[in-house]
């Protein structure tokens, strides 16, 4: 079995859920014991209980940085046992993103045999590695305090995209919150009162214009109506109810100024409760040289959101590009294709192999 598809599976078994936050850190411990085993320092970094682990040069430099995570969604324990079947591999993280942890740690221990084979160290290791604990709750404790630990020229986050098309736009992220307000009265008189959940419904409608938008590939902004909670009993109208919007955005949209508009038009209130950045991955002789190897994949776009969106405040350029899983992430049959897979490994490792 190749090795890296061995690793996935080892990974997979342990069920590393933020329900379950020390199988995350017997994760992590294992994968520090799979460094120690050959030779690779490392550093093990927490910051709020999320464990993080850093492959670096000495002096805390990384030509290129490999980015993954081994955090996974909620699944039943069935789906930590992992299956080969039809040239697939099956479990829970396999494509999301424990093949990615795997691959990444194969990489460096290969990279580092042969530069002992050459007389040299991890001074001149080629490539970095950042293996975080939370990506699937937002990255914060994980990837963007480990980010600001380091020093790197490109990162490579294995994380999204497919064999073909490596992604260099991902969408932004805001999440709102519209209250609605009334008065109370008795169901059976409804004219006393005032409806919190028609006033609330009154304001989607006008926030739901906004997002009325169209463009190739549907790279516009959009709006996901998620959560709506309300009313007390059901012989009473309602004097209070609250919605929460999943809003994402892309780098034509001021987001500021339509929020400002949205608060003009309507007769609740809105709370802007999260924001997270785009990713843009700039342009870099790195990527171009990964494309030459790579022969030559589309560049392109994705509408949901990974630990990349970090790199832009650290000032370093990156890509989130990863095998072939049919978009079965946290998906019951979630998996990932083993030719695939091993195909991403022979580009990257002659991709690093020429920075020797």
Known sequence: MHPVVELTQDL?????????????????????????RHGIGYRRIEQNGVPT????????????????????????????????????????GSIDDKYAAALSLVLVVEQMEKLKARGKTQADLPCGLLISGDEEI?????????????KAEFAIALDGGHLRKIVT?????????????????????????????ENLISDYLKIKRHFE???????????????IQAGKATNQVPDYAEALFDIRFTENDDMDAVVDAIRREIKGEVQVVE????????STSYLDRLMAVAGN???????????ARFL???GIPGIVWGPDGDNSAHAVDEHVNIDSLLALHRILDEFLTGLL
């Not at 209250?179 to 409806?195: Q, S």
């Not at 938008?213 to 959560?227: D, E, Q, Y």
């Not at 994949?297 to 630990?307: K, V, W």
Request: aromatic share 6%.
């Open 275 to 282: 924001r997270e950045p785009l990713f843009q991955g700039g």
């Open 12 to 36: 997979i078994r342990f069920p590393s859920m933020h329900s379950r936050p020390e199988e995350i850190q017997k994760c992590t411990a294992f994968m520090e014991g799979y460094l120690a």
């Open 312 to 314: 832009s405040a650290f």
């Open 297 to 307: 994949p589309e560049l392109g776009c994705e509408h949901g959101a990974s630990d």
């Open 138 to 150: 937002g990255g914060r404790n994980g990837a963007q305090a480990a980010l600001a630990q380091l």
């Open 53 to 92: 682990l850093l492959v670096l040069r000495p002096d805390g430099s990384a030509p290129v940085l490999l980015m993954s995570h081994v955090d996974v969604v909620d699944a039943p324990k069935e789906l930590f046992v992992p299956r080969v079947a039809n040239g697939k591999l099956f479990g829970r």
């Open 213 to 227: 938008l169209t463009a190739p590939g549907h790279w516009h902004r959009t709006l996901n109506f998620s959560r």
């Open 169 to 197: 736009k991902e969408k932004g992220i805001v999440r709102l919150k519209l209250v609605g307000r009334g008065t109370t009265a008795h169901g059976a008189r409804p004219w006393l009162g005032e409806n919190a959940i």
